[in-house]
């Protein structure tokens, strides 16, 4: 059997470990490129959202490198997503690809049943190599997103700020290569520490908070880059969504790690009051959780034509209006262009700055006073 998956950010990485844990041969889907995009885009329907048009890409250029197992996630609920295996399944199959899709549905908190169907995905392997797997996959998963998180808050302080990018991409692949949950552990370390001690500029940096879809914010291809953007315009941004996060409450219950999830849709609950799919709850929730912590402004990310992000961008202009903090939205397709995207975040981040000097004037602390 050789395996392969969709292609979501850095996730690849601990998706390899655990597959190979299971004794599965493993063709990951290359880097997201253009040649990615134009496959998807010629086979999806052309109202379909962003992300399904790189899946489609994705499988392609694996199924031509010899996968014949297509491993994918489901889902429930008024999002889309649900349909996403099955249409793709029909359209690869329409194609003349031979292949066996499996649909792993998230347990909801009941961990036994995802260890059952990993369990049924490699057969060669035993509940207890299986476990192993998940625990390795899972290290290098927390791992890597600590010196996600490490780049989010240094990267804007940085001096030198490709040395700092060449530091996060090598401690990437020493990770990837890694056999161990020793060896991952030291290299996440080292790289860390060599991360914290590059030279920083004292200055005070904007801080900016990144809701919406999981997948457009977990995927640079699909967002033309927008946390790396910022940062290069010195924007320390924090996402309101990483995969361990939802791993941590929606596998395992919030029992790995303490989850702000409950509180995150209590927050919503002013302003959207039910669920809309997706992650519309979420975004609504998080903007106000990134306003208490005294963020300066957000960036809602989402695919064109997304219900749930719809439904949360028409609720966030009264919710940055009560709370006073600056909103801006932007939708992702294929036509979406590098350039203007970076034109749209320099205005939005010269304007945050703007605003935070007037706040911090002398004149208007003395006329508020």
């Given amino acids: 059997m050789k395996v392969s998956f969709p292609h979501m950010g850095h996730l690849y990485i601990p998706l390899k470990t655990l597959f190979k ?15 990615t995009m134009e496959l998807g885009v010629k086979y999806s329907p052309e109202f379909a959202c962003l992300p399904l048009k790189i899946n489609m890409g994705n499988f392609i250029e694996a199924l031509e490198q010899g996968a014949d197992t297509i491993v994918m996630a489901g889902g429930w609920g008024p999002c889309r997503f649900g349909y996403y295996a099955q249409v793709e399944r029909e359209i690869l199959q329409e194609l003349g690809y031979d292949f066996k899709m499996v649909v792993l549905e998230a347990p909801d908190s009941r961990i036994s049943e995802l260890l059952l169907q990993l369990k049924a995905l490699g057969e060669k392997a035993s509940v207890r190599e299986a476990y192993k797997a998940i625990r390795f996959a899972w290290k290098k998963l927390v791992a890597i997103e600590k010196l996600e998180k490490t780049l989010e808050y240094c ?119 039910y669920e809309v799919g997706g992650h519309g709850r979420e975004t609504v929730g998080s903007t106000v959780d990134f306003a208490r912590r005294d963020y300066n402004g957000i960036i809602q990310i989402a695919p064109l034509t997304c219900m749930p992000e719809i439904v949360a961008q028409s609720i966030l202009g009264k919710v940055s209006e009560e709370i006073e903090i600056p909103c801006m939205t932007l939708y992702f397709d294929e036509h979406s262009g590098a350039a203007g995207v970076y034109t749209r975040l320099e205005a939005f981040v010269d304007m945050l700055q703007r605003k935070k000097n007037l706040s911090s004037s002398p004149l208007l602390l003395e006329a508020r006073a």
């Fill in 21 to 35: 844990g299971l004794k599965l041969e493993v063709i990951a889907p290359p880097p997201i490129s253009q040649k």
């Fill in 155 to 273: 990267l804007p302080r940085a001096i030198d700020k490709n040395y700092m990018e060449t530091v996060f991409e090598r401690a990437l692949q020493a990770i990837d290569e890694a056999e161990s949950q020793q060896e991952v552990e030291k290299i996440a370390q080292e790289s860390l520490r060599e991360m914290e001690k590059s030279p920083c500029k004292g200055a005070e940096v904007l801080k900016i908070g990144l809701v919406g879809e999981i997948y457009t914010i977990l995927e640079p291809a699909s967002n033309c880059h927008v946390a790396r953007c910022l940062g290069r315009l010195d924007a320390q941004v924090s996402r309101s969504i990483y995969v361990s996060d939802w791993v941590n409450d929606h596998l395992f219950g919030g029992y790995l790690r303490k989850s702000n999830h409950k509180q995150i849709i209590q927050s919503s609950r002013p302003y959207l009051n």
